[in-house]
């Protein structure tokens, strides 16, 4: 497993970390945090540190609520899934292994049921009460409309399942 982030910092490194033990325990895994905008020396080390240790196929695990992005897009052209770079053009990540690219969270409808049990528990009057969901967001519009998409969805079903005032998406 390569699990790819942006990047944290003390407590929510560890609070990332500690995450994935179960995962960890189990599979070869890694943690790819960066932009990956000026090399990709740090992903190739932690790919050939699962393959080390035997992996034949990596699963790569987009941990971002921006997946539309293009954050994603350059780890995609470094790891060989698109030809054309999102912001410069690095290494290309070199290995025998396979590799997989599996779904971000935020789609899923887990993601939904989290925030919902998250605002549940905040609230004291819920059909007077709004919530604002607010991602990362990426950096063209288009891009952000997707994501809004996706947030929408979860604001839906948080605002018929609880009976919220109102639910809105929004995308820094």
């Known amino acids: 497993i390569l699990v790819l982030a942006h990047g ?3 407590e929510g490194y560890d609070q990332f970390r ?12 890694g943690y790819g945090f960066g932009l990956t905008i000026l090399e990709s020396t740090h992903l190739q080390k932690v790919v050939d540190q699962i393959t080390s240790q035997g992996a034949k196929t ?11 992005s293009g954050m994603v897009r350059q780890w995609e052209y470094a790891l060989n899934f698109r030809d054309d770079f999102a912001y410069t053009a690095v290494d290309k990540i070199n290995t025998d292994a396979e590799m997989v690219w599996a779904p ?8 939904g049921e989290i925030l ?20 990362h967001g990426p950096q063209r519009k288009a891009d952000n409309d997707r994501e809004l998409e996706i947030l929408q969805r979860h604001a839906d079903y ?15």
């Open 8 to 10: 944290f910092h003390g």
């Open 18 to 29: 500690a995450a994935f033990k179960a995962v960890a325990d189990v599979y070869p895994t």
């Open 58 to 68: 990596i699963v790569l695990f987009p941990a971002t609520t921006a997946l539309n």
């Open 116 to 135: 919902r049990d998250h605002a549940e528990a905040l609230s004291k009057d819920p059909s007077n009460e709004m919530v604002i969901i607010t991602g």
């Open 158 to 172: 948080i605002k018929e399942e609880v009976g919220f005032y109102a639910v809105r998406p929004r995308n820094v």
């Open 104 to 111: 971000g969270p935020i789609p899923h409808p887990l993601s």
